[in-house]
C-alpha cells in the first residue's frame, strides 16, 4: 500500500524516509539499530523522489525504508556483527542482497543489532547491549503485566526480542521500517519474528545468495526476510532471489518472482502435523495456539494429519557439533592482520592473534571456536564431525519421506513460549538458552528447507505467538500461499505503541496497515 | 643400504587469474597490488572456481597418465600464518581430481650418455590447492612483511612416490615433469620464479628391511640443489645410523651455502590441520563424452575428452619423432629437449 501511495504521490520518499529516520530517533531505546546512515538514507531518499516524479520508479521497492542486520556487508557503513573484533570495520563492498536492495531504490537506513556474530537466541550477547522488544512497549503488553510494586516500572519488564537477527525484528516490529534483513541458521530470522509478532521468512538454503553475508555456518546460513505481512516478504523474495555467481551455492535455475493469490482454495491441501514438535518446555498456550490452527485449516476442507519426523531429537546436538566446528573455521580469519581489531600486544605474530582473538570475541564465540577446533581434530574428526553430517542426513530425510507421502506444508510452533523478560532470559547462559530455543526451527535449517513464521495471536502476557510453516525445497511460492492464506483468516492485531501514534500521519495509517 | 625418495612437488598453474578469485597473477608485482577481497580474507567473500585452473590440471593428470577422478573435493586445512589470510587453505585431501598416474625417464649410465636407461616413478596424485602470500621477516626491526600478490594462486600439487633412489634420479624426473607442464602450457614451472616448489621424503633402509623413518627436506630453489640435498641427506642418514643413533621424523631446511641440511625451528610436521570440507565448493564434476548431459553449455562443463584431443605431443613423443625421423641417437634427442 505505501507503494502504492508512493506512486501516487500522497507521500514522498523523503517525506517517509524523514518519518522514519525520526522514529528511530525515538525508539532509541529499544537498541535496535547499531548504525543509522541518516545522510546516506535522505540522498537515497531523493534519488527515489526524482525517478517518481518523472514517473519511472524501479520498481515495488523503490523509495522503501529498509534495515540490514549487521553481519551483511554494506560499502561505506560500518558492518561489526556486534563484535568488537569489528567495531569500526568499514567494508568496501556491499553483499549481494544489499546490492539488489539499492539497485531497486530501496532506502538503507541503517544496520540492526544482533547477538555477537549470530550466535545466540535473544540478541542479548552483542557489544553494543541488548535489543529490547518493542511489544515491551505496547499498551496490549502493558495491560496484561502486573507490576511487583511501584518502584518496578517499565525498564526491567521489558522482553527479549529473540535473536539473533532481534535488531532487524525489532525495526520492523516497531514501524522504523517497511521490511528488514536477517539471516537464518537455527532460527535467527522466524525466533525473532515470532517473539515480535512480524512475519520471518527462511529461505530454501541456495536460493538467495549468501556473498557478502558474514558466515556462521556455512552450509546452513541464509539471508532472512522480515516484514509485516505475507505479501511483502514475496515481494522481497522476488528482488533476492536467484543464481548468484559470486556464491557457488546458490542454484543455477531461474527464478521468477511471484505475486500470491489473493483467494485460496486450501481444501486441496495436505497439512502435517509433526508429533515430535510438542517439545518438552512447549507452553500450554502455545500449543493450544498451534490446535487452533490445525482446527482452521481442517474446517477450511484441508487434510489434517498427524506426521512423524523421528530424528528431531538428534537435531540440537547434531546442530551444535556441525555448528560449531565451522564457527572454528570460519573465524579463523580473524587475526587483526588485515582488518578489524589488532591487538597493541606484538611480541610475536602468534601472540599478537592470540591477544587479538582473546579481546576482539566475546565467551560465546570463543567457546564455540574451542568446541569446534576439538571435533576436527584428527582423533575426534569421525566420532564428531562425520557421524553429525551422517545423522544430518537423516534429519533431511525425514522431511523427504514426510513430503513424499503427500504432505504439502507442516505445521509447527515456532518457539517455546512468547518472549521472557530479559532479567529472566540471562538466568541461563546463551548455549542453555540456544539449545533450548532453537529446537523447533533449526532442523529446517539442517534439511535447507523454506519455513515462514507468521504472527497468530496474542498470548496471555499480551505478547505476540508466532506459528511455523515448514515447506518443499524452493516451493516459496505454495509455501507463502498458504501463510497468507492463514494471516488473513488470524487477523492478528496490530502493535499499540505510544511513539508510533505520536508520528501519526494520514500515510501512517497506510503503515499501519502493514503492507508495501 | 637402500635409500629411498619421494617428492612434493607444487606448480604454479599458469592463468590469467588465481584459483578462487579474479585478482591477477603475476610475478614480482608490487606488493599487495593484486589482492582481491576474498584473497585478503575479507569476511563474507566466497570462492568461485576458476575453470582455466581445472582445465590446466586435467591436462596434467592425462599428460601423467592419470585416472581423472570425475568427481573430487574441496577441503579447509587449517593452521595460522601470517601468509594465510584465512587461516586456512583450500585444497583436494579427501578426493583429488586427478591419481595412480607414472612419469618415465631417463638416466645415462655413464657420463658419455652412451648408454640410457629409462626409470619410471608413480604418480599418487595430482591436487588443486591454493597458494599462500609471501611472509618477509625483518628482524632488525622485529617486523613481519606480509605480501598478499601470491595468496591464493593456483597449485598443482603432484605427489611423486619413493621410487627414486638419489638425487639425480629426483633431478632428472622434477626435470621431466617440468619439461611436461611447460609443453602443456599448464605451468611455466621456473623455479627461480617461484612457479615450481620441490619438497624431498628422504628415508633409508638395508635390503630386506621394512622403510626407514623418513625426512622431509624443503627450502630447495634448483633442480641441482635438490640432488645435492637428496645426496647429502641420504648420506646424512646412513652415517647417523652406522653410528648407532637414530633419525627423527622431522623437517629439515636444505642450507644451500654449507651444502647441509638443518632441522627446521618450524614444528609444521606435527601440527593437526583439522580438515573441514569446504562447505562454499559443490563437488567438482567433470565430464567426458559419453557422460556429458545433452543441451549443456560448452562453457559451464570441463569434458575430459575434448582436453585429451587437444593435448599437444609431449617431449617423449617429439622425442620418438627425432629418432624416427632422422635416425638419431636416442641420447642426442635428450640433448635437443
Redesign the interface.
Known amino acids: 500500500q505505501v507503494s502504492a501511495a508512493l506512486k501516487e504521490g500522497q507521500v514522498t520518499p523523503t517525506e517517509l524516509c524523514q518519518r522514519c529516520l525520526s522514529l528511530i530517533k525515538s525508539t532509541k531505546f529499544l537498541n535496535a539499530y547499531v548504525t543509522v546512515a541518516e545522510e546516506a538514507a535522505l540522498k537515497q531518499a531523493e534519488e527515489s523522489e526524482k525517478r517518481y516524479r518523472r514517473g519511472q520508479p524501479l520498481g515495488a521497492l523503490d523509495g522503501i525504508p529498509v534495515a540490514v542486520k549487521d553481519n551483511f556487508n554494506t560499502a561505506g557503513i560500518e558492518t561489526t556483527c556486534a563484535s568488537n573484533m569489528l567495531k569500526g570495520f568499514i567494508s568496501p563492498y556491499n553483499a549481494t542482497v544489499v546490492q539488489k536492495l539499492l539497485d531497486q531504490g530501496a532506502v538503507l537506513l541503517g544496520k540492526t543489532n544482533l547477538d555477537e556474530f549470530a550466535m545466540g537466541s535473544g540478541s542479548t550477547d552483542g557489544v553494543f547491549g541488548p535489543v529490547r522488544n518493542p511489544w515491551s512497549y505496547s499498551r496490549q503488553y502493558k495491560e496484561k503485566s502486573i507490576p511487583k510494586s511501584r518502584s518496578e516500572d517499565k525498564e526491567s519488564h521489558w522482553v527479549i526480542t529473540g535473536g539473533s537477527s532481534g535488531g532487524s525484528a525489532a525495526a520492523v516490529s516497531s514501524f522504523t521500517c517497511f521490511a528488514a534483513l536477517g539471516s537464518d541458521t537455527g532460527g535467527s530470522t522466524r525466533n525473532p519474528a515470532a517473539h515480535c509478532g512480524v512475519v520471518g521468512l527462511k529461505p530454501t538454503y541456495g536460493l538467495i545468495s549468501r556473498h557478502g553475508l558474514i558466515p556462521l555456518v556455512n552450509s546452513m546460513d541464509v539471508p532472512g526476510i522480515l516484514t509485516r505481512c505475507v505479501d511483502d516478504a514475496a515481494v522481497v523474495l522476488g528482488s533476492l532471489a536467484g543464481h548468484d555467481p559470486k556464491d557457488s551455492t546458490t542454484v543455477q535455475d531461474n527464478f521468477k518472482p511471484f505475486e500470491l493469490p489473493s483467494v485460496t482454495d486450501v481444501s486441496k491441501l495436505s497439512i502435517g502435523i509433526p508429533k515430535e514438535y510438542h517439545a518438552p518446555g512447549l507452553s500450554s498456550e502455545i500449543l493450544s495456539v498451534w490446535a487452533k490452527a490445525a482446527d482452521l485449516f481442517k474446517n477450511a476442507g484441508a487434510k489434517v494429519i498427524e506426521v512423524s519426523l523421528p530424528h528431531t531429537r538428534y537435531s540440537i546436538v547434531c546442530y551444535h557439533v556441525l555448528c560449531s566446528a565451522e564457527v572454528a573455521s570460519n573465524m579463523a580469519r580473524f587475526d587483526g592482520l588485515q582488518y578489524g581489531h589488532r591487538s597493541d600486544v606484538n611480541e610475536s605474530t602468534e601472540s599478537m592473534y592470540a591477544a587479538t582473538r582473546r579481546e576482539g570475541f566475546n565467551d560465546v564465540v570463543r567457546g564455540r571456536i574451542l568446541s569446534g577446533n576439538y571435533f576436527l581434530l584428527k582423533q575426534n574428526y569421525e566420532n564428531y564431525f562425520i557421524k553429525a553430517q551422517k545423522v544430518r542426513r537423516l534429519i533431511a530425510n525425514d522431511f523427504v519421506k514426510v513430503f513424499r507421502s503427500g504432505v504439502d506444508i507442516l505445521l509447527t510452533p515456532t518457539t517455546l513460549s512468547d518472549a521472557v523478560p530479559y532479567v529472566e532470559f540471562i538466568k541461563e547462559d546463551n548455549r542453555t538458552r540456544s539449545t533450548e530455543d532453537d529446537i523447533l526451527t533449526q532442523a529446517a535449517n539442517m534439511a535447507g528447507l523454506p519455513a515462514i513464521n507468521v504472527p497468530t495471536a496474542l498470548s496471555e502476557r499480551g505478547l505476540p505467538v508466532g506459528l511455523q510453516f515448514i515447506g518443499r525445497s524452493f516451493q516459496e511460492k505454495q509455501l507463502l500461499t498458504v501463510a497468507k492464506w492463514f494471516e488473513k483468516q488470524v487477523k492478528f492485531p496490530m502493535i499499540q505503541l505510544e511513539e508510533v501514534r505520536k508520528h501519526d500521519h494520514g500515510v501512517f495509517q497506510h503503515q499501519k496497515s502493514a503492507s508495501l | 643400504w637402500v635409500p629411498v625418495v619421494g617428492l612434493e612437488i607444487h606448480a604454479q598453474i599458469s592463468s590469467n587469474s588465481k584459483l578462487f578469485s579474479g585478482s591477477q597473477v603475476q610475478f614480482a608485482a608490487p606488493p599487495n597490488s593484486l589482492v582481491s577481497?576474498f584473497d585478503?580474507?575479507?569476511?563474507?567473500?566466497?570462492?568461485?572456481?576458476n575453470r582455466r585452473c581445472v582445465e590446466a590440471a586435467v591436462m596434467t593428470g592425462l599428460a601423467l597418465s592419470c585416472s581423472i577422478n570425475k568427481k573430487s573435493l574441496f577441503d579447509?586445512k587449517?593452521y595460522?600464518?601470517?601468509d594465510l589470510?584465512?587461516?586456512?587453505q583450500i585444497t583436494q585431501q579427501r578426493v583429488p581430481i586427478a591419481v595412480n598416474g607414472s612419469l618415465s625417464y631417463s638416466l645415462c649410465t655413464d657420463n658419455k650418455m652412451s648408454q640410457m636407461v629409462t626409470k619410471t616413478v608413480r604418480i599418487k596424485q595430482i591436487q588443486l590447492e591454493q597458494d599462500s602470500g609471501k611472509s618477509l621477516h625483518d628482524d632488525t626491526r622485529s617486523q613481519?612483511l606480509?605480501d598478499l600478490n601470491r595468496a591464493g594462486v593456483g597449485l598443482m600439487e603432484v605427489v611423486m612416490e619413493p621410487d627414486m633412489c638419489c638425487g639425480e634420479e629426483a633431478a632428472t624426473a622434477v626435470r621431466g615433469l617440468q619439461l611436461i607442464l611447460q609443453t602443456l602450457g599448464s605451468s611455466q614451472a621456473v623455479m627461480a620464479e617461484g612457479q615450481l616448489r620441490v619438497d624431498a621424503n628422504v628415508s633409508v633402509h638395508h635390503p630386506g628391511d621394512p622403510y626407514g623413518v623418513r625426512t622431509e627436506v624443503k627450502n630447495i630453489n634448483s633442480i641441482r640443489f635438490l640432488a645435492k640435498a637428496i645426496d647429502y641427506e641420504i648420506q646424512r642418514q646412513i652415517e647417523e645410523l652406522k653410528n648407532g643413533g637414530t633419525i627423527l621424523n622431522e623437517t629439515r631446511a636444505f642450507d644451500s651455502k654449507l651444502g647441509c641440511t638443518v632441522p627446521m625451528r618450524d614444528k609444521e610436521g606435527k601440527q593437526?590441520y583439522?580438515?573441514?570440507p569446504e562447505?562454499?565448493?559443490?563437488p567438482l564434476i567433470l565430464y567426458d563424452a559419453k557422460s556429458l548431459p545433452a543441451n549443456t553449455n560448452h562453457q559451464q562443463v570441463v569434458n575430459i575428452d575434448w582436453i585429451r584431443e587437444r593435448l599437444p605431443d609431449l617431449p617423449s613423443v617429439k622425442r620418438a619423432k627425432l629418432v624416427e625421423q632422422y635416425g638419431i641417437l636416442p641420447e642426442h634427442s635428450f640433448t635437443l629437449l
Open positions: 577481497f585478503a580474507s575479507l569476511p563474507g567473500t566466497l570462492p568461485v572456481l579447509r587449517h595460522f600464518y601470517a589470510p584465512a587461516g586456512y613481519t606480509v593437526d583439522r580438515f573441514m562447505p562454499n565448493l559443490p
